[in-house]
Structure formats: C-alpha cells, structure tokens
Nanobody, 120 residues
Framework: QVQLVESGGGLVQPGGSLRLSCEAT????????MSWYRQGPGKQRELVAT??????TYAESVKGRFTISRRRSENTMFLQMTDLGPDDTAVYYC???????????????WGQGTQVTVSS
C-alpha cells in the first residue's frame, strides 16, 4: 500500500519559519494532486494549499507566507512556512491522490500529521 510520511514540524517563535515535507512511499505508480491541510485546537480541519501538475492554490490566510512545492521524481511535497503566527498552530496533514498501477483508478491518502506550534 501507500504511506504518506510527514516531517518537519516543531516549535517555532512568532515570525519564524518551518519547512514541512511529505513523501509518498510504497506501491506508487504516480502521484497526482497533493495538499496540505491543518487542524488547530478546537477548529475544523482546513485546506491550506494544493499543488497539481500545473498549478498551486492557497488559503487566503497563508497567501504570501506559505509556499507549496514538490519534487515529482521522489513523490515528495514541501510546505515552506514563513512569518508564522500563533494562528498557524495546528496539526498539519498531508493528502495525496495516488495511482498504484496504470489504468486503475487512484486512491486518496492522508499522512499521520505533524504538529506545528508557534509560541514565544
């Protein structure tokens, strides 16, 4: 099967930066759209950013501060986060559309989540 392995979370001071990574491992023929979601304390999970073959989109709250990218050859996605504030504190989840084999329909996968805490 497929696992999405996340890394890069941690504790950072307000105004600081972090870079999250997500790698799709296992039986992967191709990876389509990939996204980052987050869920803050007492909040619903929200979409942060998405990257497809030819586009990127961002939540209004992170535009200009976060950058999503991917290294397609390694089935890896990144989220560079800058100018972090307390409202960015959340568990960040990776999401991906993955084909196991050519001609079969894709499946959707979630990572286990990585904690980002912004605090002085």
């Amino acid at each position: 099967q497929v696992q999405l392995v996340e890394s890069g979370g941690g504790l950072v001071q307000p105004g600081g930066s972090l870079r999250l990574s997500c790698e799709a491992t296992g039986t992967v023929w191709s990876v389509g759209a990939m996204s980052w979601y987050r869920q803050g304390p007492g909040k619903q999970r929200e979409l942060v950013a998405t990257i497809t073959y030819d586009s990127t989109t961002y939540a209004e709250s992170v535009k200009g501060r976060f950058t999503i990218s991917r290294r397609r050859s390694e089935n890896t996605m990144f989220l560079q986060m800058t100018d972090l504030g307390p409202d960015d504190t959340a568990v960040y989840y990776c999401y991906a559309v993955v084909w196991h084999k050519e001609l079969l329909p894709p499946n959707n996968y979630w990572g286990q989540g990585t904690q980002v805490t912004v605090s002085s």
